[in-house]
Structure formats: C-alpha cells, structure tokens
C-alpha cells in the first residue's frame, strides 16, 4: 500500500504524441513528456538552457503537436530541473 505522502493530486499522463514545447521568444525547450492536472514535465533539449530557468520564473509557453501543428499557450511557473526533465506548473494569467 503506498503511503498518502507519495500520491499526487493529479496523476501524471505519459503524452503519447509529439508535442515540442517553446518558450515566449520561440526557443525551444524541449519534448513534452508527461502531463498532469496542474503542470507538466519536459524532456529539455539543451541542458544548459534548462539550467538557466531558476525555479520561480513565470513563463508563457507555445506546446505545438507535431501531427495536427495545433497550437495551445499557457502561463506556468519553473518549479524543478531534474536531471534532464524540467518541471513546470500551470498558473492563472495575472491581470495586466
């Protein structure tokens, strides 16, 4: 049995179609990897990029499926870069 300290409260969804994800200025950050109910999780494709993003940073991000070339844009929030996966949760627009 798996102890309440290790459930999530959304469960994460391994994405089963390419989707590249990319930042405000059109540099790409990587591969969506999994998704989940509040935030997601990329496979980055430059380490060093990656590393410069601290945790805190608000972003608005472009995911573009590959198959469909459809477009969604979202505000989220850097929250952890392990290894080569980057994890960001989604926050609501602030007004301007």
């Known amino acids: 049995m798996k102890s309440s300290s290790n459930r999530r409260?959304?469960?994460r969804l391994v994405v089963?179609?390419?989707a590249r994800v990319y930042d405000e200025t059109g540099r790409e950050l990587g591969l969506l990897s999994q998704v989940s109910g509040n935030g997601m999780n990329?496979?980055?494709?430059?380490?060093?990029f990656a590393q410069s993003l601290?945790?805190?940073r608000r972003?608005?991000?472009?995911?573009?499926e590959s198959s469909s070339r459809e477009t969604n844009v979202v505000d989220?929030?850097?929250r952890r870069l392990e290894g080569n996966i980057l994890g960001m949760q989604f926050v609501d627009k602030v007004a301007d």
């Open 9 to 11: 409260r959304f469960p």
């Open 16 to 18: 089963g179609e390419e």
């Open 42 to 48: 990329i496979e980055v494709s430059s380490l060093p």
């Open 54 to 56: 601290v945790p805190g």
């Open 59 to 64: 972003m608005r991000i472009s995911i573009i």
């Open 76 to 78: 989220v929030v850097v």
